[in-house]
């Protein structure tokens, strides 16, 4: 809980009854590998704070094939933010691809802080504006390159996931195939 609300903290001030009114609005969930958070086609409902574990965000294309989208790992928020919003059906599943704890709130502890917290609407904008523009800086610059690149680089930006993530999954999200990534890291550490 202590991550929450330090991260919280960075965002705005909170005092101590704020602080014990996001406590008592949250519950942690535990995720075992491949378990889903949100899955495609329901109505996103719940906001998760990463407390430890890994995230990976994915869709199916017209073909039928799983591709990652993204990670989020620790001391970040996971939603499909349009769902949330608009009420509408996820397009994109949220999977734990290591064991994951969360801190989860619901759609009513949420506006329930909203009307008693004056500046957590302040707060959530912040956050939420950060971590749009990491997701745009963690998709956009991978598309033009190569596949060695794409993987050097997000070893280079992401040194902490590389190796904790699958890699059926880093494969994917690079946009190649685990064998071709296999070839790639061999390469790499010779």
């Not at 406590?23 to 535990?30: A, Q």
């Not at 704070?49 to 620790?74: A, D």
């Not at 302040?122 to 749009?132: F, S, Y």
């Not at 998709?139 to 794409?150: F, G, H, V």
């Amino acid at each position: 809980m202590e991550s929450l609300i330090n991260y919280l903290l960075q965002y705005g001030q909170l005092n101590a009854q704020q602080v014990e009114l996001i406590e008592n609005s949250v519950k942690s969930v535990t995720l075992g590998i491949g378990d889903y958070f949100s899955e495609a086609g329901k109505t996103a409902d719940q906001v998760a704070f990463v407390q430890k574990g890994i995230l990976r965000v994915c869709y199916y294309n017209k073909e039928g094939q799983e591709i990652t989208r993204y990670f989020i790992e620790e001391n970040n928020f996971a939603v499909d933010l349009n769902s949330f919003d608009l009420q509408i059906p996820s397009g994109e599943y949220i999977q734990a691809i290591v064991p994951t704890q969360l801190i989860v709130f619901n759609r009513e502890q949420l506006k329930n802080l909203t009307d008693t917290i004056v500046t957590w609407d302040k707060i959530i904008g912040k956050i939420t504006n950060k971590a749009l523009m990491e997701k745009v800086n963690r998709i956009s610059p991978m598309l033009a390159e190569d596949a060695k690149t794409r993987y050097t680089e997000f070893h280079n930006r992401f040194p902490t996931l590389v190796n904790r993530i699958p890699l059926k999954y880093l494969a994917s999200y690079i946009g190649i195939t685990k064998n071709s990534l296999s070839r790639i890291r061999k390469e790499l550490t010779k």
